[in-house]
């Protein structure tokens, strides 16, 4: 009994565990934009948890129609990119502990 309470309390102290909540780890979006973008990338996330090309395509349409088109969308685990966007439209972030989202428009 003893050992199934320390693996109980070692489950909550594991840095390995996955996190359920959105974490932004860049963003230069207006606080109104980033809500809904942020929003909208952990719904389509959920949605299509099975395939991150369907989620990246409902993300890219939804933002093409609220804020304009040009919008581009990448959503994977271990990618790394450099890029070139608008200034007040970028959004990089995680979901789920190691899925990574980025999103950013460019004309």
Request: hydrophobic fraction near 40%; charged fraction near 30%; include cysteine.
């Amino acid at each position: 009994m003893a050992d199934d309470e320390k693996k109980e309390a070692g489950d909550k102290n594991d840095p390995r565990r996955l996190h359920s909540f959105p974490l932004i780890r860049h963003s230069d979006m207006a606080e109104e934009m980033r809500t809904e973008a942020m929003e909208l990338c952990v719904t389509a996330c959920e949605k299509f948890a099975s395939s991150n090309e369907a989620a990246s395509k409902m993300i890219k349409e939804n933002m093409d129609k609220k804020f304009g088109s040009s919008w581009h969308v990448v959503v994977g685990e271990g990618f790394g990119f450099e890029l070139t966007y608008e200034t007040k439209n970028l959004l990089y972030m995680f979901f789920g502990g190691s899925l990574a989202i980025a999103v950013w428009k460019c004309s």
